[in-house]
């Protein structure tokens, strides 16, 4: 690779004069590094599967609260719901919603989860992935390297901002995260590139502004609802961009636009839980019965 990819403008060129996927470009990014081999780095991947994978089974069978004990049941609750009534959205987006907070539910047990790209949102791609590819049968090596899709676009969104509540509010963790599983599941569904980039781009553009405003200061309210909620968006997102539908604002622009509506955030909304949800009158009474 004769230069480092850093935009989405550069991955799409590069994708198209090689004739190569996403994937594809990642993978020889990394390699040009010097640290690994492409089998390395397939390897790691494998291992993030196989710990998402995990996370989801153990998430699926525990009832157990968090310490707070605000939470640890609604996948549980979801499970027992859609065993009884269908989802109007069919069984992969029910799969996909009990998956998310299977797993995000299990970061609050303090077990072992992927950060993609945060802890707070853990669930959103491994549910999307994971979900999709059992519904349909996908072979391991194409959710390998759909997980590797999604780490391209979190890496490109990284370069230009961090990815964390503090700095740019939850647009910055569910909402990078909802992008990526965007653009993994549309690699999953045979998307060209141009479709994933844009998958990735319409999830992103159309989350920006989320705040990050957790209640009592913990990982818990909204963040394990949002999980769900976000991890839907990206489905919505591949929707749209597998039917041509386009973002208007190139990829780029979107991200930049999100770099500086975190900058025009208020500190009170970027995880000091100092404002939005967490000063709530019934989030105070929460936080006081936790002290006790």
Partial sequence: MKYPVTTFRQLYYTCKE????IFEVALENEVDKGDYSEYQVRLQAAKSLNAMKEAIQE??????????????????KLQRRYANTRSILGSTAEKIMIYALATSEQNLRMGTIVACPTAGSCGIVPSVLIAYAEENKIR???????????????????????L????????????????MAAAALTQMRGGTVKQVINAAALALKN????????????VEIPCVKRNPFLAIHAVTASELAMADIMSKIPPD????????????????LKESSK?????????????????K
């Fill in 253 to 268: 622009e979107i991200v930049d636009a999100m770099e500086q509506t975190g900058q025009l955030m208020s500190p009170l």
């Fill in 275 to 291: 404002g939005g949800l967490a000063t709530t009158k019934t989030a105070l009474a929460l936080e006081k019965n936790i002290l």
């Fill in 59 to 76: 998430g699926l069978k525990s009832t157990e609260l968090s310490p707070s004990r605000m939470s640890g049941d609604d996948c549980d």
């Fill in 140 to 162: 391991e090596d194409d959710e390998i390297n759909a997980l590797i899709t999604a780490g391209e676009v979190g890496r490109i969104v990284s370069n230009k901002m961090a």
């Fill in 18 to 21: 090689q004739r190569k996927q």
């Fill in 164 to 179: 964390a509540g503090a700095v740019g509010g939850c647009q910055a963790e569910c909402g990078v995260a909802s992008a």
């Fill in 207 to 218: 989350i920006l502004g989320l705040t990050c405003d957790p209640v009592c200061g913990l």
